[in-house]
């Protein structure tokens, strides 16, 4: 199903390959490469986010199906570290707040190397759980089901992570932040509101109407264990079926200072703010969103039948021709820019009342209810591509 040879100076040449259950990494002879020059990659010396940097593994079970999870660390990098005398850290999530928990212990005077084996979800509790002016780079190795952030820089198999490893560049991580007015409450897999919330830090995206509703929907741990990776296609005719209308305000705020009221009390059925261009490896969301450039894309449209938002959505897959129809509101926001929503009084329905930031469910309670998205001014993350 695939492989790669990694050729390295000082401790040989290695071959890892993949078939439909594992990984598998061993030591080869030199005389083995010739049917391999095109998955072969040289490496003379150690990058120095290996060796100047500490170095973290999460592993987080909670991203993708269990059944269908391969062993990237046991397989890959435990057998890689120790052929290269890489020292490093490996965790294993056992509660869904296992990553939190480790991020909020990390420590400001060191650097850190964090190789996440998960999903956009993971990293997004990662990111929002440690302490600012940290000096980390991270390195995805997808699991999970969108993997947008990896699919959007390249990073689409882990043999493309293990080559970044290796031989890839940092490049610097742009952050973006939602802030809840009045706060908001994190609801878990268990549909449990489990902390406030006045402000989150996001990467992918942030959005509300159907693509928020579907990742609550889908999320759950019935929806998980009842359906598995076929649960997005459900909670979506679920959603679709009853095709709620999202009734609500979105105003420009510029920087300095003026307000641009964009949309006045409409019902909308469709909301995100993007940072990245894909959310799957073929759907093509924002085609002209960069992950490398520090500003989000507005993309909307008010709310109209089930089957128009499918044919938009189908648009998407089709090398993101949606932003052609005339339906679809596809707006730049520069940095310095902000985008306020508002949530009209009259949608009390808790289903048609959550953003989604990353995969995590933010649910929005009280009356008055204002969500302002925007670059993030505090932010040292990189990023290994």
């Known amino acids: 199903m695939g492989g790669l040879i990694l050729s390295f100076s000082h ?45 973290i593994v999460f592993d987080s079970v909670f991203s993708g199906e269990k059944q269908k999870r391969k062993n990237v660390y046991e397989g890959i990098l435990k057998p890689l570290f120790l052929l290269l005398n890489i020292r490093h850290r490996y965790i294993r999530t056992t509660t869904s707040h296992t990553i939190s928990d480790n991020a909020a212990k990390l420590e400001i005077s060191k650097s850190y190397l964090i190789i996440m084996i998960s999903g956009d979800t993971s990293l997004n509790e990662l990111i929002n759980a440690m302490s600012n002016g940290m000096d980390v780079a991270v390195l995805m190795m997808i699991q999970g089901t969108g993997n947008a952030f990896a699919n959007s820089i390249g990073l689409g198999s882990v ?78 005719e679920s959603i679709l079926q009853k095709n709620p209308a999202f009734l609500g305000s979105i105003t420009l705020l510029r920087k300095n200072g003026e307000r641009q009221v ?58 993101g021709k949606h932003i052609e129809d005339p339906l679809v509101k596809y707006i730049r926001i520069n940095d310095g820019q902000s985008v306020e929503l508002a949530v009209s009084d009259s949608v009390y329905d808790p289903a048609c009342s959550k953003i989604c930031l990353d995969g995590s469910i933010v649910l929005l309670q009280g009356i008055h209810r204002k969500i302002t998205f925007s670059c993030s001014s505090a932010n040292s993350l990189l990023y290994l591509k």
């Open 11 to 55: 401790a040989g040449i290695v071959r890892i390959e993949e078939d439909e259950i594992s990984y598998r990494m061993e030591q080869i002879a030199s005389s083995d490469n010739h049917n391999h020059e095109d998955a072969l990659v040289p490496i003379d010396s150690l990058p120095n986010h290996l060796t100047e940097r500490t170095v």
């Open 262 to 319: 964009i949309e006045d009390n409409q019902p909308f059925s469709y909301f995100i703010m993007s940072a990245m261009p894909k959310f799957e490896a073929s759907f093509l969301i924002s085609p002209k969103s960069d992950p490398s450039k520090s500003e989000l894309h507005l993309l909307y449209f008010r709310h109209t039948k089930a089957s128009t938002t499918m044919k938009l959505m189908d648009k998407a897959y089709n090398n």
């Open 159 to 236: 043999f493309d992570a293990v080559r970044a490893l290796f031989i890839g560049k940092l490049s610097y991580f742009p952050l973006y932040e939602a802030k809840f007015d009045p706060p908001g409450f994190l609801i878990n897999e268990k549909q449990q509101l489990t902390r406030k919330v006045n402000q989150m830090l996001f990467f992918v995206v942030g959005s509300w109407g159907l693509h928020a509703s579907l990742v609550a929907e889908s999320a759950s741990l019935t929806m998980r264990a009842k359906y598995g990776n076929e649960r997005f296609k459900k909670a979506a």
